[in-house]
Structures are given as C-alpha cells and as structure tokens.
C-alpha cells in the first residue's frame, strides 16, 4: 500500500514537471496616483495578473519547473477613465531573459515599454483570454488580457528564435492574430491600428513578419546561439560572432529607417553589445561604435564614449 502511494506521488510530481507552465512572471502594480480606491482592488489586480499569465498553458511543448521563462511586468497606472469606476489608464513595462549556457548569466529578450495600455478591471471578475475571441464580451476588459497575451506570445517568439532560426514564427503569428481581432471601442481602444501611429503594436508585429527583417531575426539568432552560448567553451569566436551580428542589424536600419523593431531590440540588447565592444582595443571598436550609434540613436553617446 505504502509503495503504490509513493509511485501515486512520485507520478504526480513527474508529470507537474513535466507540464509546468512556460512562465515565471513577477507582476507588479503602481497605483500611487490612484486615488479612492480600496487598496484591494490593487492586491487583487496583481494576483489575477500573475495567475493569468503564470497558470495558463501558452505553448503545446512540456517545459520542466527550470526551463520556465523569466520575466516582469510592471502595471504603472497613470489615471482613471472618466465616467469608468473601473477604468484605467496605464504604462506596462515587459522585461524577459532567458539562460545562457554553462554560465550563470541571463540574456535579456525584451525590456520595452507600451504606454498606450487601456482597460477595464473588475475585482470579483476572473480574466480570460480565448485566441479565437479576442475582443470578448466586453472590449475595455479584454484589451487587458489581449495586451498581456499579445506580449507573452512576444516574449515565446523571442526566446524560440533564440534557440532555433525562425522558432518563434508560430508565436508571432498568434500575437498577429490578437491584432487583426483586438478590441474596439470607437477611438477608446487604441495600440492596434496601422493608422494610429508608426510605432505601435500593430507595427511591431508586422515588421517580426515582414521579410524586410528576416535577416534582423536571423542575426538574433546567430547572436545568442552561436555568440552567446558558445562564450564559456569558444569566447573568442563567440565574441566574434556578436560582433559580426552588429553589420547585420546596421544595415537592416539603414534598409528601415526608424523602425520601432529595431528600437524594441536594442532596448534589450544596447548593454551587451557595449560591454563586448568595450573588451575590444581602442584601434578596433570604431567601426563597430559608428554603427551602434547610428542604429541605436537614443544610446549613441554611450556608444561614442567608448571611443
């Protein structure tokens, strides 16, 4: 009796293992300039987001407890819907990383923040999200699990393709999916749309998908598998490697000027690059910081202070 109960429990644990969620997402919420609202409403938001993302099966592939994927969310609610109750405006900042091999070191994917983020929350109400009824019931609180869903499958894309060239295509397109079926609500739901903007999620879904940028993904690629990854066994080809990666990107920006992908990239992948090129000798990292200058604007002098 006593071994059959020990192989019952010992089955249970191995298969949990087996098909553990692919997330280990910390959530946090900033109401600071909420006010009149019951502080549980606040504890309760941060619990439902956690859940949602943390308990729901994202992928068809069995993730062991250690292969989840790290990541943050953090909710900074900036005001409250006029005539909404339950209302919010908010910024939501996303950060991913996922292990290097042979080392102790997390590569970030994704460090980008939305501020176009609108929705509706109810404390008793339980999220939802259903890739084949995206808008719901009610467009206001679905386009909280739509803007949560849509950047999960971002984050899966990013850490697929990471590990296989063009892994992640199946998660972009689900992320494409949630923007050709996100919420309306006449001009109150906005973030979706080709024509609200340049710089939006309809557009960084669209450029991971054009062909324009096959070769940006393929750089991630060569980047993290062939560069990264190989820096315990082979630093100075690996090195190499993510050097090389640096051409790649400069002259898909030269080819898309301005593009929010390539900003939303090096959002997360600005330091790396830096701390590899500052290992260089002086007579060499010219090249290499005239181009991350020129790709990545906002980090230039960074870059130039290598010089």
């Known amino acids: ?86 209302g919010y405006n908010a910024t939501l900042n996303i950060q991913a990383s996922r ?30 999200f259903d890739d084949n009824r995206v808008a719901g019931n009610d467009p206001l609180a679905s386009n909280l699990t739509a803007v ?21 295509t199946p998660y972009l397109k689900k992320a494409q999916n949630i923007v050709n079926n ?24 669209d450029q991971f998908l054009s062909p324009r940028f096959q070769s940006l993904r393929d750089a991630w690629y060569a980047l993290h598998r062939e560069g990264l990854d190989n820096m315990y066994g082979k630093p100075a080809e690996a090195k190499q490697k993510i050097l090389s990666t640096i051409s790649t990107f400069a002259q898909v920006q030269r080819e898309n000027p301005s593009s929010i992908l390539m900003q939303f990239i090096f959002n997360a ?16 990292r010219a090249p290499y910081i005239t181009q991350l200058a020129q790709i990545d604007i906002a980090n230039a002098a960074k870059y130039n202070a290598l010089k």
């Open 1 to 86: 009796m006593l071994k059959k109960l020990f192989n019952i429990i010992l089955m249970t644990a191995l298969w949990s293992t087996a098909t553990a969620q692919e997330l280990n997402c910390k959530v946090k919420v900033l109401h600071d300039k909420i006010q009149g609202v019951d502080q549980e409403v606040f504890n309760t938001m941060e619990r439902s987001i956690t859940a949602f993302l943390n308990t729901r099966k994202w992928t068809t592939d069995e993730y062991a407890v250690n292969e989840k994927i790290e990541c943050n969310m953090l909710i900074n609610l900036t005001g409250r819907m006029n005539g909404d109750n339950d």
């Open 99 to 128: 292990p290097v091999y042979n080392t102790n070191y997390n590569t970030p994917t994704v460090n980008f923040v939305d501020r176009d983020v609108l929705f509706h929350f109810s404390q008793y109400t339980t999220l939802d």
């Open 148 to 168: 949560l869903a849509y950047y999960v499958y971002i984050i899966l894309a990013l850490d697929y393709d990471s590990f296989s060239k063009n892994g992640g």
């Open 182 to 205: 996100a919420p309306e609500q006449g001009k109150t739901i906005t973030g979706w749309k080709a024509v609200e903007g340049n710089r939006n999620r309809y557009w960084i879904i």
């Open 269 to 284: 992948k600005s330091d790396e690059f830096l701390k590899v090129v500052a290992q260089l000798p002086k007579a060499e």
